[in-house]
């Protein structure tokens, strides 16, 4: 017997996924590709999307960091910051973007609400329909969805950051074989 409730999470992404703007979306590829190191950020759940994203970006071959790790260096002119942050207003991520901003970098997020702090900085943003109840933007929620708090924005990231490496593949020439060698050995 099939998972209704799978069935309906399924179809949420299916539908939401349709709005997300492939130009935004190139945008920030070109960032990511132009970029001399990259450096991504997002905190809670949207943070682990953000680490797979950072993930693959090894595995492309480009210099990625994720922000808050030890191994992380400073952030220099000629770097992308890349912030998934769903109401573009976490405090933490704020500070981060406008450290990255004054050391010269540029930035790129994921977020709902593109108006919000995070976003008024940003070269580049990719909207992701969602809603979350950390919204203090003046802008409304741009989904509906019947699971909790900021799930389906998180969910539409994770998929976004794969659609940014598959445009990220097309413009480096890499494929999966040659990316699998960077694939981590030591697990």
Known sequence: MKSEKLAVISQEIAKYSQKIDDEQLKQVAKLCHQAKRIFVAGAGRSGFAARGFANRLMQLGLTAYFVGETTTPSIQKGDLLVIGSGSGSTGSLVVDAQKAKKCGAQIATLTIYPDATIGKLADGSIIIPGETPKNESVDHDTAESIQ????????????????????????????????????????
């Not at 389906?152 to 480096?172: C, G, K, N, P, V």
């Not at 890499?174 to 960077?182: D, L, W």
């Open 148 to 187: 909790p708090m900021g799930t389906l924005f998180e969910q539409l990231s994770w998929l976004t950051y794969d659609a940014i490496i598959l445009e990220l593949m097309e413009l480096t020439g890499e494929t999966s074989e040659s990316m699998f060698p960077r694939h981590a050995n030591l697990e």
